[in-house]
């Protein structure tokens, strides 16, 4: 992305940060499963898929930008209101991770990309299961949400791992 501070770098860079907020927000809205496991369940969503997409092709900011404000949008709208302020650390943490590997660590883009997805999953993992032990006050029923956030970022690496490459020349033609 441009490292310039003109005006119309900056303008798009706004443009962007706002589509995949709203990408993030829709897929995880609109393109989910509601798991019946244990207390709270969890949610498979593909709001990972714009995430990664953006983090892979725009970088560390914008992959925290949408993370952090699609996914913790979707839990203020939806319900899901006390979990809006782990999600919005969780989720950014992991866009940001997600894109400064991306950018950062020299190799095959295809395994460097893999490793970054395989680190978000980690934050996911921890981070959700701490937040459950914080709203729940139980340290086994986040073990029921793991099966779910594995799945869920793995679909999404699925998805994203091929097209990242293309998807990333596509955008430095804009």
Known sequence: MDS????????????????????????TMFINI?????????????????????????????????????????????GWTAWAP?????????GFLAGLISEKVPGNRVLVNALAIVVALIIKIVGYYFAEVILYSNWIQPFGSIPGNVLQVVIAGIIVLPIA??????????
Do not use: Q
Not at 5 to 17: D, G
Not at 165 to 174: D, Y
């Open 4 to 27: 310039t501070f003109s005006p119309r770098s900056r303008t798009k860079t706004l443009v962007i940060n706002a589509l995949f907020i709203a990408l993030t927000l829709v897929a």
């Open 165 to 174: 490459g293309r998807l990333r020349k596509m955008a430095e033609r804009i």
């Open 86 to 94: 782990f999600t919005f650390i969780i989720v950014g943490t992991m």
């Open 34 to 78: 509601r798991l019946p496991i244990m207390g709270n369940g969890g949610l498979i969503h593909l709001g990972n898929v714009p995430l990664f997409i953006a983090a892979f092709v725009f970088g560390r900011r914008t992959g925290a930008i949408a993370g952090a404000f699609g996914m913790g949008l979707f839990d203020v709208i939806s």
